[in-house]
């Protein structure tokens, strides 16, 4: 990979801030902004890979994927663990960084974010997705007793949790924290809405499964935190909420993209989770293609002199 090496001070806020020139920027190390990024490598090309947070994205949350070729069965850590050496292989560093806004001027696309500016022709966004805030009333005291992503709760042993959502996200969650304690998952329906492996897989491990669960209400009493259902109440130690997420796409505007994968306005590329809107499949593989697809396009329409 070239390295950016144009550099030099702007201002955001009045305050004098690194702005760095190269010609992609790719915000966002899931599975589709690491695929984008290893294709650029392996063509020459020159970016740079900015993440706010852990590498691997969302996988990194998943209890066993088994659906990605090559790979019969993996946990998306270990999954997360292998993308993370691929891009050492090939020589790509990750820019600790978050995006605050993109703004497009001159014929280039500019990114605020919290260390550096950055300038460039073209931007792969691959934000992901964040979760649904359901119509569910918290207390403020128990909200610290509930997550909407299990990454940060693997440690979690010997409680008594209540996962809420009845599709695959929900599910996953659930076997992952299934190991270690006692799970009992709410969903609204009478049949939970998801991949039948996942739910022979809760029935073998224990979990409780509970339908037709109108959850009102979220409170805390003492260490306990209760989750209301007409009616009844159910004490926990931790609440995980799963009923669905939405593409993040907050650092740009509405007017600078359409809908959907693919090469946008402005050398605009939205791809994976955060091309892909609510009730849509969203999946590692489809991701890694969009990486694939847009570093590609970049290539030839750097051929082409576009
Ligand atoms: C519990 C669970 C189990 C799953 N199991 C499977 C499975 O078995 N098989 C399968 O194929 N798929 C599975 N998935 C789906 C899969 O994880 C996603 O489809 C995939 O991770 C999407 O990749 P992505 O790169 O588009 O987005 P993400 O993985 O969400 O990555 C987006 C990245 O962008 C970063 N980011 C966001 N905003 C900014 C910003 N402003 N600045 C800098 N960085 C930013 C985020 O921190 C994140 O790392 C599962 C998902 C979950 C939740």
Known sequence: MALPCRSHISTFWNLPMEMVETKTLIIGAGPAGISAAIELAHLGEEFIIIEKGGIGGLALNAFRV??????????????????????????IKVTKDEALKVRYQDGSLITTAKRRCYVSKFLI?????????????????????????????????????????????????????AKKNAVHIFFRSNRPRCNPWLIGEARKMGVTLVGNANIKKIFKEGKKVFVELDGKTKAV??????????????????DMYSTGAGPDIHGLYIIGDAARG?????????????????????YYKGLHGA
């Not at 990605?68 to 663990?81: C, D, F, H, K, W």
């Not at 992503?149 to 992952?176: C, H, M, P, Q, R």
């Not at 130690?237 to 505007?253: C, E, M, T």
């Not at 489809?286 to 570093?295: F, K």
């Open 66 to 91: 088994k659906n990605y070729p090559g790979i019969p069965s993996i946990t998306g850590r270990e999954l997360a663990l292998l993308f993370k050496s691929h891009l050492r292989q090939a020589g």
């Open 125 to 177: 966004l691959a934000t992901g997705t964040s979760p649904k805030i359901p119509n569910i009333e918290i207390s403020k005291s128990a909200a610290k007793q509930i997550s909407y992503e299990i990454k940060g709760l693997l440690s979690l042993a010997n409680k008594e949790v209540a996962v809420i959502g009845g599709g695959d996200v929900a599910f996953d969650y659930a076997l992952s924290l």
């Open 237 to 254: 130690d931790r609440v995980v909420i799963a009923v669905g997420r939405y593409p993040l796409l907050d650092v740009i505007d509405k």
């Open 278 to 298: 609510e009730g849509s499949k969203r999946q590692i593989g489809m991701a890694v293609g969009d990486g694939i697809c847009a570093a590609l396009d970049i």
